[in-house]
């Protein structure tokens, strides 16, 4: 059981109450259907992201297809809900049976006995993940959630705005240099248009110009914080430059009213840092269907994008074990990551099913570049307690993209912080 105050995790036991997760099958209240005895098995797969529920459907009808005496019922808790959800829902010994795991939070549900080994699952695959996703959700020799994706930051930029101004699309030949003078190029502020936004985000934001520039975020151990860091320091003046010193980003007021993804998507930012996983979004977007497209980061020292990857994991408190984990197995087994390519849902984890989904993908937009980012990706920072040192450290970073705090100052505030928490 996770060592939380009691008044939050019965706080938000009650809201779990409210809204059903306390009944999704794996906990004390649970129905203890088992596929074994011929009668219909109901299991619950948490996620976090709408725009990846139908792919995720999808596999759970494929699954069902196979297994007819199993139901998989997929949920959507939001993001800003979801770790707190799992949290209370662990103290009652009732997560649901399987659902998604970061590497961020892998380390607590570990620690916390929450998640079911499932190295005899792994084994039957192995070789076929990144070695560092796979260690993200390993202790001890034991795996305790399956890679399901794999993520890259990419550019996007508007085509229409580049065609306007007539300057030539990014390439791979592009540095820092020649992207902030295309950014200042393009930015129109009588318009309302800026070449570029940089807000206060970490992964599709300044954490790719800290790895640019040869920085970090933590320490290689992870217990100390290294946003004092003089090549982090340097990385995030650059990025704050371009609101503060340049004017070629919108200000931190600006997006406080129109976030970034909203500026881009109504054709007011002619480029922005983001995710591959926001293929199926902006795709479903008719504007940015026929306006957008992607390239790879501009090099800054060196050449980096963050890469990411979340896990499938089990219940450790589940009553339907069998078929939790016969589920599993199939979304991490070539077939059900073919699946998830093909959909267009996420980047497979599964090596050589990233194919299907720029065959899925490419059509539209040049995905191909999220696969060429991953030689030279940098994992995202993770660790115990590393997802409230990350909260911590963007509020106290904000002064310095407002104008209100010098870089130096912000992250020595920032790293004093993390360490307090990484400590704990």
Same mark, same amino acid.
């Given at each position: ?18 809204? +059903?997760?306390?009944?999704? +099958? ?29 792919? @995720? ?11 007819? #005496? ?23 010994? #009732?997560?649901?049976?399987? !659902? ?82 295309? *950014? ?23 954490? #790719? ?60 930012? *002619? ?12 795709? /479903? ?23 990411? +990857? ?22 991490? /087994? ?14 497979? *984890?599964?090596? +050589? ?17 999220? /696969?060429? @980012? ?11 307690? !590393? ?14 993209? /407002? ?6 100052? *912000? ?14």
């Amino acid at each position: 059981m996770f060592k939380f105050k009691k008044t939050l995790a019965c706080a938000v036991g009650a809201t779990l109450l409210a809204a +059903g997760l306390t009944a999704c +099958g794996s906990g004390q209240n649970a129905t203890d259907n088992k596929s074994d005895s011929g009668k219909e098995t109901e299991i619950t797969y948490a996620i976090w992201d709408k725009i990846q529920q139908p792919g @995720m459907q999808k596999l759970a009808d494929e699954f069902m297809k196979e297994n007819k #005496n199993v139901k998989i019922k997929v949920q959507v808790i939001p993001w800003n809900e979801y770790w707190t959800k799992m949290e209370a829902s662990a103290n009652g010994k #009732n997560l649901p049976d399987v !659902f998604w795991m970061n590497g961020s939070e892998a380390a607590r549900y570990i620690k916390a006995d929450a998640l079911m080994d499932l190295t005899e699952s792994y084994n039957k695959e192995k070789g076929n993940y990144p070695e560092d996703l796979v260690k993200l959700y390993s202790k001890d020799n034991k795996t305790y959630a399956i890679p399901k994706d794999i993520s890259t930051i990419g550019l996007w930029y508007n085509k229409e705005i580049f065609d306007k101004k007539g300057i030539a699309y990014p390439d791979n030949t592009w540095d820092w240099a020649k992207f902030k003078e295309v *950014a200042k190029q393009l930015t129109d502020t009588e318009q309302g248009i800026y070449g570029f936004g940089a807000p206060n985000d970490t992964e599709v934001g300044y954490y #790719n110009a800290i790895f640019q520039n040869g920085g970090k975020v933590l320490s290689d151990d992870k217990k100390k914080s290294e946003l004092n860091n003089p090549a982090t320091q340097e990385a995030l003046q650059w990025w704050a430059d371009f609101s503060l010193k340049d004017k070629s980003s919108p200000t931190v007021a600006q997006t406080a009213e129109n976030d970034i993804r909203s500026l881009f998507a109504s054709g007011k930012l *002619a480029m922005i840092f983001d995710g591959s996983w926001v293929f199926n979004d902006n795709a /479903s977007n008719e504007y940015l269907k026929k306006n957008a497209d992607i390239a790879v980061l501009p090099k800054g020292k060196v050449r980096a994008t963050v890469y990411n +990857g979340l896990g499938n994991a089990v219940s450790a408190y589940t009553k339907n074990k069998e078929a939790a984990v016969k589920f599993v197995e199939f979304l991490s /087994s070539k077939k059900g990551m073919e699946i998830q390519g093909s959909t267009a849902t996420a980047i497979p *984890a599964y090596k +050589g099913a990233d194919k299907k989904f720029v065959e899925a993908t490419k059509a539209t937009f040049n995905t191909e570049v999220f /696969s060429e @980012m991953l030689e030279y990706g940098v994992l995202r920072p993770n660790g115990a307690n !590393f997802n409230r040192a990350e909260s911590t450290a963007t509020e106290d970073l904000a002064p310095i993209f /407002s104008g209100k705090s010098t870089v130096s100052d *912000a992250t020595e505030k920032a790293a004093k912080d993390v360490n307090d928490i990484l400590a704990e």
